[in-house]
Nanobody, 115 residues
């Protein structure tokens, strides 16, 4: 069992920056494919960025060039650096981990982009 805890959300003005963190319990963090998803009010949850344990990073077209996903396996932590934030980035951001058929979700952290 893996528990994922997000942090770093909050209110930010358009054009601003935030860094989200996701800390995982357990000692096998490095084997998991990690990802950030988000769900805006009234919309379906969508993939923001994916970071496999091996392989290429994938970003949603809407965040390419503005968001950066990374991980520190020694700290069991994944990050999402967000810059150039737009009101349409407002959503609950969820941490996700997968290893074969095992999937885990965090409870989410709210990011609000508004002036």
């Amino acid at each position: 069992q893996v528990q994922l805890v997000e942090s770093g959300g909050g209110l930010v003005q358009p054009g601003g920056s935030l860094r989200l963190s996701c800390t995982a319990s357990g000692s096998t963090f490095s084997i998991y494919t990690m990802a950030w998803h988000r769900q805006a009010p009234g919309k379906q949850r969508e993939l923001v960025a994916k970071l496999p344990n091996i392989g290429s990073v994938n970003y949603a077209d809407s965040v390419k060039g503005r968001f950066t996903i990374s991980r520190d396996n020694a700290k069991n932590t994944m990050y999402l650096e967000m810059s150039g934030l737009k009101p349409e980035d407002t959503a609950v951001y969820y941490c996700y981990a997968r290893y074969y058929n095992l999937e885990y979700w965090g409870k989410g952290t709210l990011v609000t982009v508004s002036s």
